[in-house]
């Protein structure tokens, strides 16, 4: 039975606790995991979070629950900047690691971090979830059979709204040491889609804007915001695909929206999150004379569902992947 820490109990620390909570319900053939030790900023939060989320300990030193013989993996679900130095040392411990993205604000915390997972020999994945979606799975199997013959251009967007709000506090997003913001925090996730269905990028060129200047501060008055909350990207994938991305986290109205416009020579392919239940799909191969988007609705034939989902567009709660 596998020993499961946790680092971090913010909003991913709760959806991670959720998701191995989760485990025996999804995947009845294997052993449900123990969730043995949590770890906070302090003993009495890790220990108030440790009775919600279901662990059988808290600590107020991450280390502690690194250096627990009980743990065998540990989810990572702390502020960017900590990722390197807490990934490197639950690694070098020995354990496996599912770390939430970005995985690190520099790219040297990164390679540190990748490097680390090599020696270990320990499985280390970083939360992309979104890759998982039936809908996305399928766009990537209907582009190997080149169904929409060679791609042209991918067009991709992504835009919530936690940031819209001009008067909201400043937090830790918005300090330099997070990363620069959108482009890193947030866009890693359409930037995951691109490697899962395109391959590597290139070439970039990037514009980043900041749309407030300060926010408030709890103790009164302002501080300046130091990321950047938009961004354009036009980019050149190796496989000489042409691509635009599109990211913002103040974009009034929009609840964790990633469109996908996908062109190719014999048609095209629509994707929007908000709709995550379906696609739609063109084809020059039909009659000029029904030419046209059709819906794709996502049902159990769609993988990976888990077996017990029997109604199609049951929504992607009903997915999930090993």
């Known amino acids: 039975m596998v020993g499961v820490g946790l680092i971090g109990t913010g909003f991913m620390g709760k959806c991670h606790a959720i998701a191995w909570n989760a485990v025996g319900t999804v995947f009845p053939d294997v052993d449900k995991p123990r969730l043995v030790h949590l770890g906070e900023v302090n003993d009495d939060l890790a220990r108030r979070k440790a009775g919600e989320f279901g662990f059988a300990r808290g600590s107020g030193d991450w280390r502690a629950v690194v250096n627990d013989t009980e743990v065998d993996v540990v ?113 890693v996730h359409p930037l995951s889609l691109i490697k899962v269905l395109f391959g590597r990028v290139a070439r970039v060129m990037c514009d980043m804007v900041k749309p407030y200047a300060d926010r408030k501060v ?49 048609g095209s392919i629509l994707y929007d999150q908000e709709r995550m239940n379906e696609f739609q799909l063109y084809l020059t191969a039909d009659r000029p004379t029904e030419q046209g988007y059709r819906t794709i609705l996502v049902a159990p034939h769609h993988k990976p569902m888990i077996p017990s989902c029997r109604r199609p567009a049951m929504g992607w709660a009903s997915t999930t992947s090993r």
């Open 75 to 187: 989810s990572l679900t702390t502020p960017n900047q900590f990722h390197p130095e807490m990934a490197i040392a639950i690694l070098e411990a020995g354990k496996h690691l599912w770390c939430e993205k970005p995985m690190a604000p520099s790219f040297a915390g990164a390679e540190a971090m990748a490097e680390a997972a090599k020696k270990s020999g320990k499985a280390a994945v970083l939360g992309y979830n979104y890759i998982q979606n039936p809908a996305i799975r399928h766009i990537g199997a209907l582009l190997e059979e080149k169904i929409i013959g060679d791609v042209n251009l991918v067009r991709i967007e992504m835009d919530e709204d936690f940031m819209a709000d001009p008067e909201a506090r400043f937090f830790w997003k918005h300090e330099a040491a997070s990363g620069y913001g959108a482009l890193d925090d947030f866009a």
């Open 218 to 266: 709890a103790s009164g008055g302002r501080r300046a915001v130091e990321t950047y909350d938009i961004a354009s990207v036009l980019m050149h994938l190796e496989n000489g695909v042409a691509g635009t991305l599109l990211v913002n986290r103040s974009a009034w109205g929009r609840k964790g929206r990633i469109a996908i416009q996908i062109f190719g020579s014999k």
